[in-house]
């Protein structure tokens, strides 16, 4: 794990930092459907030189998930249990190697917290689009390290982000669901996991489950 307050992540670990607003729907969906999906992919749990977290611009410091949001994570079987809501704070920001965003306000108001955001900090479904548009065959092998590979990837992502623009305004956001029917939460969880679908196979090497 990287040591607090000095700057991005150590050479031993890669972190990824899921954002929204309450930090109590959109992030910990897409956190704990990250990890879900990861330990599915490489056949063992996410521990050590991974490490995924969230937290949120407006958070609810220490609430619990939504209980539409744990019931759209059990739809998946991932695990809703131990979640508690964070404050988007500067050390979050510093630690963080890869920055995932709800939506395109969320993005800006990272990388207007400074610590050089810029360059590793997008809206989940812009990086999805920009990872797509990666060979795989020019990332580093899964046999030199999953650190390497996913530092690989958020440079070569950001790369592309002046080349690959979104199709509409709309197109990379993914809406508030809180407040919503659990049918409006599963459509959401439904776009968060397809998003992330790309992203993992990226990360991983790995298309299907091990």
């Not at 530092?151 to 709309?170: C, E, F, I, Q």
């Amino acid at each position: 794990m990287s040591p607090e307050g000095r700057g991005i992540a150590s050479s031993g670990s890669f972190r990824i930092l899921h954002v929204s607003t309450g930090n109590v729907c959109r992030s910990p969906i897409t956190e704990r459907l990250t990890r879900h999906a990861l330990s599915h992919r490489l056949g063992e749990p996410v521990t050590g030189d991974l490490i995924v977290e969230s937290a949120g611009t407006w958070g609810h410091e220490g609430a619990p998930m939504e209980a539409n949001a744990a019931a759209v994570l059990a739809d998946f079987g991932a695990d809703a249990t131990g979640f508690t809501g964070r404050e988007l704070l500067d050390e979050h920001v510093i630690r963080a190697d890869l920055v995932l965003t709800a939506t395109r306000d969320h993005r800006a108001q990272v990388i207007s917290m400074g610590h050089s955001a810029g360059l590793r900090t997008f809206t989940l479904k812009e990086f999805t689009r920009l990872v797509r548009a990666i060979d795989p065959a020019t990332l580093p092998p899964l046999e030199d390290g999953m650190v390497e590979r996913a530092r690989a990837l958020v440079r070569a992502a950001a790369a592309l982000r002046g080349w690959l623009l979104a199709p509409s305004p709309d197109a990379d956001e993914v809406y508030d669901p809180y407040g919503a029917p659990i049918t409006f939460f599963r459509s959401i969880g439904d776009e968060i996991n397809q998003a992330l679908e790309p992203v993992v196979t990226a990360l991983t090497g790995v298309t299907t489950p091990r």
